[in-house]
């Protein structure tokens, strides 16, 4: 048997999720996230939080559709598949369509490969759109921050509090919007490298199965 681990390739999406979620209580028990989010009057944070639950929504769709996939190729190993429900899995069209030679068998092994790469690419531009619209918020709370600063006609010391307190919501802004951009993308590549390394494992075992068949025959 290849590739063990991904043959709970759904259950450690499970997992991993918990312990996001874990620590997105931990900071809302300890207020942090309410204080981040009711100091962003941009509402960037607000934002980067929703995009980052749907592209999270999507990856646990992605792992289960992943793991259905792995577990029709670790049963092929032993029998052989049927090729009735070849429009509804690709490891069902991989395994079981009728190749004349090992380089056709790889062209169609690469097609599918980059099909099922493409339904990871929406998670990728998130991630990485998470992480423009945190500097996006580094730029607002910086332009927010020295706006009261040009405004200045006449240095009135009665007006320095006013001014600190004005400077420092936009500071919160641009440090908050900065820190959320920075760990949601952070985690969410982490979540589609999880999926891209069970594709790829996935990939090298249907190799492994059509070579193996082809050379039987």
């Not at 942090?32 to 100091?39: E, G, K, N, P, V």
């Not at 259905?68 to 509804?88: H, W, Y």
Request: charged residues 15%.
């Amino acid at each position: 048997m290849l590739g063990k681990p991904d043959d709970h390739l759904f259950l450690s999406a499970l997992i991993i999720l918990g312990l996001i979620l874990f620590g997105f209580f931990m900071l809302a028990n300890t207020g942090l996230l309410q204080l981040a989010l009711s100091s962003d009057r941009s509402m960037i944070s607000w934002l980067i939080l929703a995009l980052y639950a749907a592209a999270t929504m999507h990856w646990l769709y992605r792992a289960r559709a992943l793991d259905k996939e792995t577990t029709i190729c670790r049963e092929a190993e032993s029998s052989p598949v049927s090729a009735s429900d070849a429009e509804q899995s690709y490891v069902v069209r991989a395994l079981s369509a009728d190749t004349a030679n090992a380089a056709d068998r790889q062209q169609l092994l690469d097609t599918i490969g980059d099909e099922l790469t493409n339904t990871h690419a929406t998670g990728h531009f998130i991630a990485d759109l998470l992480l423009k619209l945190g500097l996006t918020g580094t730029v607002i709370g910086f332009i927010l921050m020295l706006l009261p600063i040009g405004e200045i006609e006449q240095f009135d010391p009665s007006l320095m509090q006013q001014l600190l307190s004005a400077m420092s919501g936009g500071m919160a802004i641009a440090l908050y919007t900065t820190l959320a951009g920075l760990v949601t993308s952070t985690l969410l590549k982490l979540q589609y490298y999880l999926l891209d390394s069970a594709l790829a494992s996935l990939v090298n075992r249907l190799a492994v199965i059509g070579a193996t068949a082809q050379y039987e025959r």
